[in-house]
């Protein structure tokens, strides 16, 4: 006789913003934004199933949140595991940066007990800052790729990640060889990829550190699984740049080392895309490849500016990311108000609903997974975060003075952090409860 599972129901009470559709460009009232204040959010063993402005039946588990806002979980799309214990390394551009801080790091999580530590670490914070899902970096070492997704799985988060290939221009400790990673991805893959909520990505540190040789290995692993991702690093530091043409000279561009290889795909996560030029920005859009912007890692790297009204007008997907270690804080909000201030300098405005978007829906699409997370739709699986609008007497007066939802919410973008967050769900299950 088959045991009946009983059926978990719980309700949250709040303010409801998610979005339908891809918010206008410096449009403060959208049609692509769905704000219900005070509604209740319904869910139904792990997944939503409505939203209602009624009180729910008693056969719901109701938790009362009435003044705070609900928001989808965020999702960051490019943040390395091991460099949580680099953050706010002073004074140096990309490529010293990560001989001087990243790489002495990452070498620790050859231990398999650093690796631990340090996965559940990462993910616990992220968990602590509002993010339910990530496409990560852990390191060159097997173990660290299966120490995230354990625990990862353990959690019941949204994972992409994978073993990180690096066979030259790092430390000892640090570098693979072909026939080997290719082995370890292999073996991942068959274990991790498409189990639970976890996902492989084929994991190119930058093309600098890559032979050509691994390069179309890692290109060819893609070719024979359209279902894998891709991530890694482009055109983020002129100096790296510079670097790239000399290592790769038949290469049109920086991105082009890539697209040559098989490993610009619409699964294909690339993190910083600063300096690009037009014909990578046609090649990205006919790929189906997105940029991963990282404004505070591009800030306080000294790294440069991207320009995402020209993405947009060429049409690929931007989604936002913090790359922590370069970034410097792990909330999402801090990451977008960054995002403002660099579209600023532009000459740009960017509005809340498109830096909320590239954080929730908008990742999630240009991941393939619009219909599992991202947003409150029918269906889609209950990664869910509590926020208060305002923390402190500063922040608590400018929330009353907006007069618009779009003001407010602008507020709440750039005077908040994970201080506001007062709950966090993944798939239904409470993780964070302040």
Known sequence: MTQQVPVQRLALRGDLLDFMSTPAWGAEDDAAVRFRPD???????????????????????????????????????????????VIASYG???????????????????????AQAGAERFLDALLAHGTTSAVVFPTVHKGSA???????????????????????H?????????????????????RFHGKDRLAYAVTVRFAPTSTPEQLAMAGALCKADPTLYMQTHVAENRAEVEWVAKLFPHARSYLDVYAREGLLHPRAVLAHGIWLDEADRRVLAETGAQVAFCPSSNLF???????????????????????????????????????????????????????????????????????????????????????????????????????TPHERVFAWLTLSDERNLRAAYVAGQARVVA
């Open 39 to 85: 509604h209740w959010l319904l869910i139904e063993n792990g997944r939503i199933v409505g939203a209602q402005p009624e009180d729910p039946d008693p056969s719901w588990q109701r938790e009362d949140h009435a003044g705070r806002m609900i928001l989808p979980g965020f999702i960051d799309t490019h943040v390395h595991c091991p460099q949580l214990d």
């Open 92 to 114: 140096s551009e990309l490529l010293d940066w990560l001989n001087r801080y990243t790489f002495p790091a990452e070498r620790r999580y050859a231990d398999p007990a650093v």
């Open 146 to 168: 299966e120490a995230l997704f354990e625990s990862a799985r353990a959690r019941g988060m949204r994972l992409v990640a994978g073993k990180v290939l690096m066979d030259r």
């Open 170 to 190: 790092a430390p000892d400790g640090l570098r693979d060889d072909v026939a080997q990673a290719e082995r370890d991805c292999i073996d991942l893959i068959s």
């Open 301 to 403: 790297l000294g790294s440069g500016l991207f320009d995402w009204p020209a993405a947009r007008q060429a049409g690929f997907r931007v989604s936002a990311a913090s790359d922590v270690g370069g970034g410097t804080s792990l909330s999402m909000q801090r990451t977008l108000a960054d995002g403002y201030k660099v579209q600023a300098l532009n000459g740009q405005r960017l509005s809340a609903w498109v830096a909320l978007h590239a954080a929730t829906r908008g990742a999630a699409e240009a991941l393939g997974l619009g219909a599992e997370i991202g947003s409150f739709d029918v269906g889609s699986v209950a990664d869910v975060c509590v926020w208060d609008w305002a923390q402190g007497p500063v922040a608590q007066v400018r929330d009353a003075l907006a007069r």
